[in-house]
């Protein structure tokens, strides 16, 4: 009888444990990645999503690794239902070589406490070197192609090759040339480039260098920056108040370039709204915005469209809204 009850109470002890672990699991898109074999001196990383699927806040309390080859990051500890956040895995490419693993520790202390190990490897190859360590295109202005050069060097059999490139993102090309071979050591030059049609946002992918190696047929190379919008307005939303129908109002938007710029047009579908604007080249420029209220009282909202001759294609938006007639007649707020 006493063995059945110590049975029984080590049931009721490690069950709750065992849900409480999966139920941390289940947050995570993925708990192992495998780098495969990375170069020397190259920057690689992995980013492990989690995302809150409950209806309580979770806090992530701490992150270890069990080795220096790999040193995590969470981007955000406390998320609300629904929220992401991402632990990035970076391997340590300079300091170590050879095959290396870690177990990266997720220590969970909301709404409940709980530990999310998650195993990462790969094999870090002495022979070949990249400088610099990945395509760091920094802060790119949108619709303008830029290009970065790395040196890939290769130490060991003479015959060694790169058979090919492969992006992974459709708005990158890349293309290999070699620059010099003998003795064992055979150099290249990897030319990535951005294409100037790459949307506006943050770029963060890898391409993968194809060689003859038998060993190690391929191996990545990080690419990152950031698109920025030629044209910049502020503020994105324009709020023109509480209105009486007839009654004009002006504001003024603030639209900015990286360098001087004209503007061409301003579009609207409400013809409430005039603009007016200066005819010549600055790199800021002051829009005055007057809008006219029409008899139909409540809520008003229209997009209105800058063109200007620095990417006629791609043209910056802001919303004007406005509550026309007795806000507390409309249903809004005073």
């Known amino acids: 009888m006493l063995h059945r009850g110590l049975a029984a109470l080590l049931i009721v002890c490690v069950v709750p444990a065992a849900h409480a672990q999966q139920w941390a699991e289940k947050m995570f898109d993925a708990t192992s990645h495998d780098f495969g074999a990375v170069a020397r001196g190259s920057k690689v990383e ?3 999503r989690i995302t809150n699927l409950y209806k309580e806040d979770v806090h992530i309390a701490s992150v270890r690794s069990s080795c220096g080859c790999t040193s995590p990051e969470i981007t955000k500890r406390t998320l609300k239902t629904h929220e992401t956040s991402e632990l990035i895995a970076r391997f340590n490419t300079r300091a170590f070589l050879g095959h290396k693993s870690a177990t990266v520790t997720v220590t969970f202390d909301q709404p409940f ?30 619709g303008q192609p830029v290009q970065q050069v790395i040196a890939v060097r290769y130490a060991g059999r003479d015959d060694w090759a790169i058979t090919g490139v492969e992006p992974s993102n459709p708005y990158v090309t890349a293309e290999v040339r070699e620059t010099s071979r003998g003795f064992g050591q055979v150099s290249y030059e990897l030319i990535v480039r ?12 890898q391409l993968w ?31 023109l108040g509480v209105v009486e129908p007839g009654q004009t109002i002006t504001k003024n938007v603030v639209v900015r370039g990286k360098r001087p710029f004209r503007i061409l047009d301003v579009e609207c579908d409400d013809r409430c709204f005039t603009f007016k604007t200066i ?4 790199p800021v420029h002051t829009v005055r915005i007057t809008f006219t209220a029409g008899e ?11 063109k200007t001759d ?25």
């Open 46 to 48: 992995h980013r492990f």
């Open 194 to 205: 951005l294409k100037e049609n790459a949307p506006v946002g943050y770029l963060n992918d």
């Open 296 to 306: 139909h009282k409540g809520k008003m909202s229209c997009k209105i469209r800058i």
């Open 209 to 239: 260098v194809r060689t003859n190696d038998r060993r190690a047929t391929r191996f990545p190379v990080t690419i990152e920056g950031r698109i920025e919008p030629a044209i910049t307005v502020t503020p994105a939303s324009l709020f």
């Open 113 to 142: 406490y709980a530990e999310v190990r998650l195993q990462v490897s790969g094999y870090i190859r002495s022979d070949v070197v990249l400088d610099p360590p990945a395509a760091l295109f920094g802060s790119v202005e949108h």
């Open 279 to 282: 005819d010549r080249a600055l």
């Open 310 to 334: 620095l990417d006629p294609s791609d043209s910056p938006e802001l919303t004007a809204y406005a509550q026309i007639g007795n806000a507390t007649e409309s249903g809004g707020a005073q």
